[in-house]
């Protein structure tokens, strides 16, 4: 079935460190792959996608890591800031028609000054 | 210029009511989405409508029916309202869709919050 799994669902960090968020899908068809941040009582926001014919993407301080192969997927935080403290939503685009995207369960990333 | 914009921002109800919530996108996409976001954070997607047709339908109850007058707007209605069905609603809109193409990014709307008594 369509399914994406997300780990941790919580992660604690202190300011500096580095945080690495990790996500499965079952679809070897799913070409796509996005990123969004939600802090408290806001919307979901995209902060970094990538696509299956990449490998790595970058944009600063954060990088998302491809393996099709595995059919796993990875955000990286660098340097991590209090003001990154949000739920993280990774997510696989399904095919079958039309696309639509399925999310990951979310990780609440805490980084402590 | 809000360019995903959701009304009411916050709804309270008792169950068996029925209940709307509108959506309005001013991006010129074409397509439209109502994801269901609960308690635990969980993102679930329940419809969408590409160019005013339904195209995704997540199994979600009929007392659910969703309604695309044009394809700027995606309104959601919600007919005898459950504990259950409390949870944040958003609509999302994105510019691509079509065989082969992925969704694109999403861009969300401020999220309705339904509390259902």
């Known amino acids: 079935g369509e399914n994406v799994e997300q780990h941790p669902s919580t992660l604690s960090v202190q300011e500096g460190d580095s945080a690495v968020i990790k996500c499965t899908y079952s679809?070897?068809?799913?070409?796509?792959f996005p990123w969004y941040k939600q802090e408290l009582g806001k919307r979901p926001q995209l902060i970094i996608d990538?696509?299956?014919?990449?490998g790595e993407k970058k944009d600063q301080r954060i990088a998302v890591t491809l393996n099709k192969t595995a059919k796993h997927f990875s955000l990286h935080i660098t340097e991590t800031q209090p003001e990154d403290s949000a739920v993280y939503f990774c997510?696989?685009?399904?095919?079958?028609?039309?696309?639509?995207?399925?999310f990951g369960a979310g990780t609440r990333l805490a980084v402590h000054p | 210029d809000t360019a995903v914009s959701q009304t009411p921002k916050y709804l309270v109800t008792q169950m068996g009511n029925d209940k709307s919530i509108k959506c309005e996108q001013n991006?010129?996409?074409?397509?439209m989405y109502w994801y269901k976001q609960d308690s635990k954070k969980f993102l679930k997607i329940m419809f969408s409508?590409?160019?005013?047709?339904?195209?995704i339908n997540e199994t979600v109850p009929n007392r659910f029916s969703p309604k695309s007058p044009d394809k700027a707007h995606l309104n959601l209605h919600i007919n005898s309202l459950e504990l259950g069905d409390s949870a944040v609603y958003f609509c999302a809109s994105s510019p691509r869709q079509g065989a082969g193409r992925d969704t694109g990014e999403l861009f969300f709307g401020e999220g309705s919050r339904l509390t259902v008594l």
């Open positions: 679809d070897s068809a799913s070409n796509y």
């Open positions: 990538i696509r299956s014919n990449v």
């Open positions: 997510a696989a685009s399904f095919s079958g028609g039309y696309n639509k995207l399925i």
């Open positions: 409508y590409n160019n005013k047709e339904l195209i």
């Open positions: 991006l010129g996409h074409d397509t």
